[in-house]
């Protein structure tokens, strides 16, 4: 079994700031209350661009730093749980803007695990063919499944998209991947269709809806199992790890996870204070932000760790 290395990364916002005092307008809420309970400060919507729009800014970008061709590229996957169509996938749309003209090309739904997801199923895909290089995007606008009267969501989540190139090596990749069924639904958006002909009752109810207090405690538990199993999995310790890049949701779990592991709060990336819960985007923005910004260099060892929606839960350690 090969492992993989990321060759180039990518990553995209759109322009519009969302500040925590704007929702003052809409909703009963404070800058104080989501900054305290969160770290979130703003975030930002996509007021001109779509899912699909945003992972090609980010997939163009993380392509161009690699400087792959793109016919060398057999692999696209998207992780999103917001994509603009059921069918093509994002992934079969961004083929044709990338140069790419022939390669396996599809989207998967695993909520904010998505990326750590796709990642995984892209080593597993490429170690079965013969092909070199990937593309893995974490891709959301999640402004459109927001119910904006709601403010135990609407304050939380935000748009953006974040891509990696990445290429087969010898060496062994360490990936750790869970999902459980959510039997209470505590974090879900329904698929709404257009034809309710032989439906008795119609759902109408599209938005993201969250218990958030059992999600929090399923967080604790669900970080701090993924870095322990896929530590283990490779025999390193949390202090051989240069950066942990974890799901971006909320500062007080990463605050516990340092906690559980002893660990000094520098060691982890976060961006949530600017960006707010970009669910599948959140890691791959983070990881790019932080290869672009230097906090990462060859030969570190980055450990990202995902959780959310399925509910689901995943892990990786990848040598930069
Ligand atoms: O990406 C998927 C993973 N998602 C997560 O990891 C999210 C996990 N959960 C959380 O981050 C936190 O549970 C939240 C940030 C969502 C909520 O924080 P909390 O400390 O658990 O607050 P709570 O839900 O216990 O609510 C406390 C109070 C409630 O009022 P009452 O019932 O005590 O009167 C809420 O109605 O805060 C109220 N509240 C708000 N107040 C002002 C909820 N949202 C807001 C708001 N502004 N936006």
Redesign the pocket.
Known sequence: MSGIKIVGYGHFVPETTIYNDDFKAI????DE??SS??GIKERRVAVNETTTELALRAAKMALEDSKVDPSEIGLVITATMSPDSFTPSTSSKLLGELGIKQAMAFDISA??SGFVYALNIATALLNQNNKEYAIVIGTECLSELLDYSD??TC??FGDGAGAVVIKKTADAGYFYAMSKTDTENI?YAKAIRGNDLFLNSKSTDYHLR?D??K??KF?LDAVSDAISQVLEMSGLNVNDIDLFIP?Q??ER?IMSVCKHFDLDFNKFYLNLERYG?T?AASIPIALSEAYHGGKIKPGNRVLLVG???GLTWASTILKI
């Open positions: 909703i009963d809420t404070s209350w989501i309970r969160t909520a904010c403010r135990t304050v939380l974090l969250m958030g207090r999600v929090y967080a799901h949701a909320n779990i819960n669910s959780f959310g929606a």
